[in-house]
């Protein structure tokens, strides 16, 4: 099993994963915040500001703590497209896994999970929005 750093995640190409996540979340979503590692924040409250409310969520939930539901995930595949996503303890918080993005032919579902789990915690230390989606 892999262990992965911040050093090691290419940014994402934001409109890449936008076409990605228009295709895989269900039609009623549709405001969503994309930061630099790829996670997804999405904003089901059409009153909220979806970067205010990104920034805050990510910052409550983002962090990884052992032990806690901070440190839970689950993965499911995404719909109509080759990858995984993965969710967690907050319902609005997410990442896409590509295939590509694991070294393994058959990955377990442990070794999906925590390079989500990684790529949210960068995503939180490095805190950087680069796509919103109004």
Do not use: Q
């Not at 979340?25 to 500001?49: H, M, Q």
């Not at 995930?73 to 295939?99: K, Q, R």
Request: hydrophobic share 40%; charged share 30%; aromatic share 12%.
């Amino acid at each position: 099993m892999k262990f992965y750093l911040e050093s090691e995640f290419d940014e994402v190409d934001p409109n890449t994963l936008n076409v990605l996540w228009k295709k895989t979340l269900p039609s009623e979503i549709t405001r969503w915040a994309i930061f630099k590692y790829g996670t997804i924040v999405l904003c089901r409250d059409s009153e909220r500001d979806v970067e205010e409310y990104a920034l805050e969520i990510i910052e409550k939930w983002a962090p990884m703590a052992p032990g806690t539901p901070l440190g839970d995930f689950s993965v499911g595949s995404a719909n109509n497209i080759p990858g995984w996503i993965v969710s967690y303890y907050h319902e609005d918080i997410g990442n896409y896994i590509a295939p590509e993005e694991i070294d393994e032919e058959e990955p377990s579902i442990l070794t999906i999970g925590l390079l989500g789990r990684a790529k949210r915690v960068a995503d939180y230390d490095a805190c950087e929005i680069v796509h919103i989606e109004k």
